[in-house]
């Protein structure tokens, strides 16, 4: 299996994958996959794993005399409702709007209907202390707890701090949140872990309303989601990927300027001459595919969209794209 046809596997059972590829000097090429919890590569990333893992977004960075490209990609969100009282029927509205894949959760059977959710993608009865392993897998999930009382709320809060997650919110006055965390700390929580929440949740706009709380609770949760810069991958780039097609892969490194598309956008050639995707489009497009043909292995190229080679290339919008080629 290819490095790129684990990451994709990986994407799809997860949400969230990274990979750092080395870029220049004499092992140009090398890539290792890994999540907060596993690695895939040659052995000597190891040694590098510490500095990798602090990095949180998709950018080149330098380590010793390497330079490393890192990229996080992250598939759709997922946001997991705890509780099903009057404040998540309009968070599951929103945030069926803004393309997130839901689930809500209540112990209470009639909460939890496809009458009060009908935009929910799944619905689930259970006691907040029993929450599936399920719902824990996914690692770019979203949690919102909106429980009735403090006892469900420590019970979830409990498990979604022991397993990655890309947010976690509590609603609650001051008082409540206070008790909550003082009481996952005396359970050993550290507290580091503990202040990673987002309580009182949402962004303060001022609402009182049940769809205003909403609306705040959403705004924090996109302004979140967007903190970091992630590569982007069409899914026709993963699905050519893994039906086993071979080509080269092009992803624009770094970018300046007016450029289309931004650093971690990718485009697969496939050795047939079907593309997928886009670095994008026009005449730096067209020039990078047909170098594409010449590479055998890994290889930066530079395109330069300002003066002479801006005319050159039929551009006007001035800027520089850095594009890294890789046979697969």
């Given at each position: 299996?290819?490095?790129?046809?684990?990451?994709?596997?990986?994407?799809?059972?997860?949400?969230k994958?990274?990979?750092?590829?080395?870029?220049?000097?004499p092992?140009?090429?090398?890539?290792?996959i890994?999540?907060q919890e596993?690695?895939?590569?040659?052995?000597?990333?190891?040694?590098?794993?510490?500095?990798?893992?602090r990095?949180e977004?998709?950018?080149?960075?330098s380590?010793?005399?390497?330079?490393?490209?890192?990229?996080?990609?992250?598939?759709?969100?997922r946001l997991v409702?705890l509780?099903?009282?009057?404040?998540?029927?309009?968070?599951?509205?929103i945030?069926?709007?803004?393309?997130f894949?839901?689930?809500?959760?209540?112990?209470?059977?009639?909460?939890v209907?496809?009458?009060?959710?009908?935009?929910a993608?799944?619905?689930?009865c259970?006691d907040?202390d029993?929450?599936?392993?399920?719902?824990?897998?996914?690692e770019?999930t979203f949690?919102v707890?909106?429980?009735?009382?403090?006892?469900?709320?420590?019970?979830?809060a409990?498990?979604?701090l022991s397993?990655p997650?890309?947010?976690f919110?509590?609603?609650?006055?001051r008082?409540k949140?206070?008790?909550?965390?003082d009481?996952l700390?005396?359970?050993?929580?550290?507290?580091e872990?503990?202040?990673s929440?987002?309580?009182?949740?949402?962004?303060p706009?001022?609402?009182?309303?049940?769809?205003?709380i909403?609306v705040?609770?959403m705004?924090e949760i996109v302004?979140?989601?967007?903190?970091?810069?992630?590569?982007?991958a069409?899914?026709?780039?993963a699905?050519?990927v893994?039906?086993?097609?071979?080509?080269?892969?092009?992803t624009i490194?770094?970018k300046s300027?007016s450029?289309p598309?931004?650093t971690?956008?990718k485009?697969?050639?496939g050795e047939g001459?079907?593309?997928?995707?886009?670095?994008?489009?026009?005449?730096?497009?067209?020039?990078a595919?047909?170098?594409?043909?010449?590479?055998s292995?890994?290889?930066?190229?530079?395109?330069d969209?300002?003066?002479?080679?801006?005319?050159?290339?039929?551009?006007?919008?001035?800027?520089h794209?850095?594009?890294?080629?890789e046979?697969?």
């Amino acid at each position: 299996m290819s490095a790129y046809e684990l990451l994709f596997e990986m994407l799809g059972e997860r949400g969230k994958v990274l990979s750092a590829t080395i870029v220049s000097g004499p092992m140009a090429g090398e890539k290792c996959i890994y999540t907060q919890e596993e690695m895939h590569g040659e052995h000597f990333w190891k040694e590098f794993l510490t500095e990798l893992r602090r990095v949180e977004q998709t950018e080149t960075v330098s380590i010793g005399k390497r330079e490393i490209f890192v990229e996080l990609f992250q598939k759709a969100p997922r946001l997991v409702i705890l509780g099903g009282g009057h404040v998540s029927q309009p968070v599951c509205q929103i945030g069926k709007i803004l393309g997130f894949d839901i689930t809500v959760v209540d112990d209470r059977e009639e909460f939890v209907t496809k009458d009060r959710f009908p935009w929910a993608d799944r619905l689930l009865c259970c006691d907040f202390d029993c929450l599936p392993d399920e719902l824990f897998r996914y690692e770019n999930t979203f949690y919102v707890a909106v429980t009735r009382g403090h006892q469900g709320d420590r019970a979830c809060a409990r498990k979604v701090l022991s397993h990655p997650h890309a947010y976690f919110g509590m609603i609650g006055s001051r008082t409540k949140v206070k008790i909550t965390k003082d009481a996952l700390l005396e359970e050993g929580f550290s507290g580091e872990k503990v202040e990673s929440m987002h309580s009182p949740i949402g962004l303060p706009l001022g609402g009182q309303l049940p769809e205003e709380i909403a609306v705040s609770i959403m705004a924090e949760i996109v302004k979140e989601k967007n903190r970091r810069h992630t590569g982007f991958a069409d899914m026709d780039v993963a699905n050519a990927v893994l039906g086993g097609e071979h080509g080269v892969m092009l992803t624009i490194l770094s970018k300046s300027g007016s450029s289309p598309r931004g650093t971690g956008s990718k485009m697969f050639l496939g050795e047939g001459g079907t593309s997928y995707g886009s670095i994008g489009g026009g005449s730096v497009e067209y020039t990078a595919c047909r170098d594409a043909g010449h590479v055998s292995g890994v290889q930066v190229k530079e395109y330069d969209l300002s003066a002479k080679d801006a005319s050159d290339l039929g551009m006007i919008c001035g800027g520089h794209v850095r594009v890294l080629f890789e046979r697969i």
